[in-house]
């Protein structure tokens, strides 16, 4: 059976409490705005051993750290979310080839190691230099050890309420989706519908990041939901499920 909204039990609704912002920064990080030598240190040798696992001669320009652990609206779903800095051409000149690449080494780095800090995952991914980030509410320089732009403090009334609201109708298309996997439906059109809500969950967070609201977005805050209750993960299992029974012969 599919969960109706009144289904979904209280600790389904946890996530959105995370949303509030602190008056500080996460203190195991930061120290009067500056980060923790400690952390710091961990966090270059992390993204040495993930650079050195990428082929191709190219120089790091910079090492910077982004999201909520570098804003002021972390919590205990918060991840450190590391972003190494290059260009793209100095790989290879087809870019689109290069951004393929980086792609498939970073979802393969981030999958084989459980990293932590303080009990913080740490994701480590790549970016161009050419990678403009106007929305987001803090961005910190691991690699020379100073803020490009620091955070804020502003008062942000969440609609947790939308936020809730938006995320269930999504979380019970994805459990739909799932109770469909487990029938005798056709190949075909389990992928399309897979696909589909698939695409919109990521419309949703990519369309909220462009917003001006950036990462306090709904669009954002409902695909945090959705991460965070453990739906994000369901739906990429069903698509590999998909394609395992597409081209499996029984």
Known sequence: MIKSILEFKDKDLEPT???ELKKELNGDVW???TMNKGVREKLIEISNEFINSIYGTFQVKDIILIGSLASYNWSQYSDFDLHIKIDFS???????????YIKLVSKKFNNEFNIKIYDYEVEVNIESIEEVREHVNGIYSILKDKWIMKPTIYE???????????AVSLMEQIDELENKSKDDINVEDLITDTNKIWSKVRKTRKDGIASTEGELSIGNL???YLRRNGYIGKI??????????KYSLS
């Open 17 to 19: 409490d995370s949303f």
């Open 31 to 33: 120290k009067d705005m």
């Open 90 to 100: 100095d790989i290879n000149d087809d870019i689109d080839l290069v951004e393929d």
């Open 156 to 166: 942000r009334n969440v609609d947790t309420k939308l936020v809730e609201d938006k």
């Open 222 to 224: 409902v695909f945090k």
């Open 236 to 245: 990429i299992d069903i698509k590999r499920m998909t394609v395992e029974k």
